[in-house]
């Protein structure tokens, strides 16, 4: 069992950055995918950035301007979100699984999210 507790969410204007942090619990995440997905209202959960050993995986929406990395001492994946438009007002999640992936279905274990909204 894994327990995933995201932080770092907020209000923001746009063009601003947040830096949001996933910190797991019960299982090492050095060896696994960690990813980040977000929710907006009304919206399917999408897929937004993965890490694993073999590399990084960004949605085309936030290529250039988001950028995931992890911490394996501290068994913490951050998601430092740079340039942020309107349209990332969501909840985000992390996620951890066992293969490198983007799809929802692939992930294992889900935190309960941060809320980052971004005005205009």
């Known amino acids: 069992q894994v327990q995933l507790v995201e932080s770092g969410g907020g209000l923001v204007q746009a063009g601003g950055s947040l830096r949001l942090s996933c910190a797991a619990s019960g299982r090492t995440i050095s060896g696994y995918t960690m990813g980040w997905f977000r929710q907006a209202p009304g919206k399917e959960r999408e897929f937004v950035a993965s890490?694993?050993?073999?590399?990084?995986d960004y949605a085309d929406s936030v290529k250039g301007r988001f950028t995931i990395s992890g911490d394996n001492a501290e068994n913490t994946v951050f998601l430092q979100m740079n340039s942020l438009k309107p349209e990332d007002t969501a909840v985000y999640y992390c996620a951890v699984g066992s293969k490198r992936a983007t799809e929802i279905r692939l992930y294992d274990f889900w935190g309960q999210g941060t809320q980052v909204t971004v005005s205009s």
């Open positions: 890490i694993t050993w073999s590399g990084t």
